[in-house]
């Protein structure tokens, strides 16, 4: 940004009707050229203290401090600005990333169980003969308690 172009967005700045682009720009060149610096000072006074007069409010006592905090504020905003986008654009790829990894374990156990289903169509394995499965597990079981207590026994 030139002088020319600051010396324009002057008034919108202090009217805050800059955009946030233009904020900053005008705010980088205000850093940098003091020129430019001591003419928005100029003008801030002098624009604010002709609204307080037309408001009827209280003069300020400091244009410049007032002016300071204004651009500090203004600083911060566009640093919250970009924080805030910053961390929205980090939240939300967590949000996606988690929502693709459930929809993939949510996939992969509705197809395991598609699978087995399968599985036991193809092989013909029956419910009787999964049941027998599951009682030969069971007798093993017993088993295992059987030796226990012979064990136990013995002792
Ligand atoms: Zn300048």
């Known amino acids: 940004m030139d002088c020319k172009k600051a010396m324009e967005l002057m008034t919108?700045?202090?009217?805050?009707?800059?955009?946030?682009?233009d904020t900053e720009a005008f705010l980088n060149h205000i850093d940098s050229c003091p020129e430019c610096r001591e003419e928005l000072e100029v003008t801030y006074s002098?624009?604010?203290a002709m609204k307080q007069l037309d408001a009827d409010e209280d003069l300020s006592e400091?244009?410049?401090?007032?002016?300071?905090?204004?651009?500090?504020t203004c600083y911060l905003d566009e640093l919250k600005r970009k924080?805030?986008?910053?961390?929205?654009?980090?939240?939300?790829?967590?949000?996606?990333?988690?929502?693709?990894l459930l929809n993939g374990i949510t996939a992969n156990?509705?197809?395991e169980e598609e699978d087995r289903r399968f599985l036991r169509r193809i092989t013909g394995i029956e419910e009787s003969e999964i049941t027998k499965e599951n009682e030969v597990i069971a007798t093993e079981e017993k088993g295992e308690?059987?030796?226990n207590s012979e064990c136990e026994n013995e002792e």
């Open 12 to 21: 919108q700045f202090i009217n805050e009707q800059l955009n946030t682009e």
């Open 46 to 48: 002098l624009m604010t």
């Open 62 to 72: 400091n244009y410049i401090e007032e002016l300071n905090q204004k651009i500090e």
């Open 83 to 100: 924080r805030s986008c910053a961390r929205r654009r980090v939240v939300l790829a967590v949000v996606v990333s988690l929502l693709v």
């Open 109 to 111: 156990e509705k197809r």
């Open 145 to 147: 308690n059987g030796q």
